[in-house]
């Protein structure tokens, strides 16, 4: 599903990333942890497409099969909405939007049917437990909730990987472990990959594989 070779990243004369190489199986829950400043979010940002890595003759980065260091930015966005889902620290709704429009618009940014869409938001909300939420704001919603709607809008295009930073950074206890479970429950049910960066030590140990990155490297 993922397979990156050799990945590189300088910020001026700082190199955050050092050479990562990394193997990730479809379907597979992997975690990645390490101290502050180890690289983990500039490298889930590589993987997830947000970001390039510093160009080296021996970089690449494949992802569902994808040449991904190949493609032109209009292709790695179309790319990005298509196939790669997104859940952050900082859930980001947009606070003017309802829960069912804010999960609507990755799939209208990729020119889906509206009636058609707002169908399957609503079926997500229902099976996150929030149809009774679908036309508050997030403003109306508690944490959970919000995280949840995120969680929503990372689905609505069926994305063979999820990149989660820091998913539960925000929540309180209880919140955090329904938010853990869903992962795990959303994989079992429709094959989603993760690859999730966290503090968490709980979730971090739950995943499949917990990768330690060390100045700039995975730890072997």
Do not use: W
Not at 96 to 109: M, Q, R, S
Not at 116 to 124: D, G, P
Not at 147 to 159: E, F, G, T
Not at 181 to 191: I, N, S
């Amino acid at each position: 599903m993922i397979q990156a070779m050799d990945i590189h990243k300088y910020y001026d004369q700082l190199q955050v990333l050092k050479g990562v190489d990394l193997h990730i199986e479809k379907g597979e829950i992997v975690s990645v942890v390490g101290a502050s400043g180890a690289g983990k979010t500039t490298l889930l940002q590589i993987l997830g497409t947000l970001d390039k890595p510093s160009a080296t003759l021996t970089s690449s980065l494949h992802i569902n099969g994808e040449d991904i260091l190949k493609m032109n930015d209009k292709t790695i966005s179309k790319f990005r909405n298509e196939h790669l889902g997104f859940i952050f620290q900082f859930h980001q709704l947009l606070p003017e939007f309802t829960a069912l429009e804010n999960i609507c618009i990755p799939a209208f940014i990729a020119g889906k049917e509206k009636s058609a869409t707002e169908i399957e938001a609503k079926q997500l909300l229902e099976y996150l437990g929030l149809s009774h939420r679908i036309n508050h704001k997030p403003n109306e919603l508690s944490g959970g909730e919000q995280q949840r709607v995120a969680v929503a809008r990372a689905l609505i295009n069926k994305p063979a990987v999820i990149f989660a930073d820091e998913p539960s950074g925000n929540l309180d206890t209880h919140s955090a472990e329904n938010l853990h479970q869903l992962f795990f429950q959303l994989r079992d049910e429709f094959g989603q990959t993760f690859v999730i960066v966290t503090h968490n030590e709980e979730l971090a140990n739950k995943a499949d594989r917990k990768l330690v990155m060390v100045d700039g490297l995975i730890s072997k």
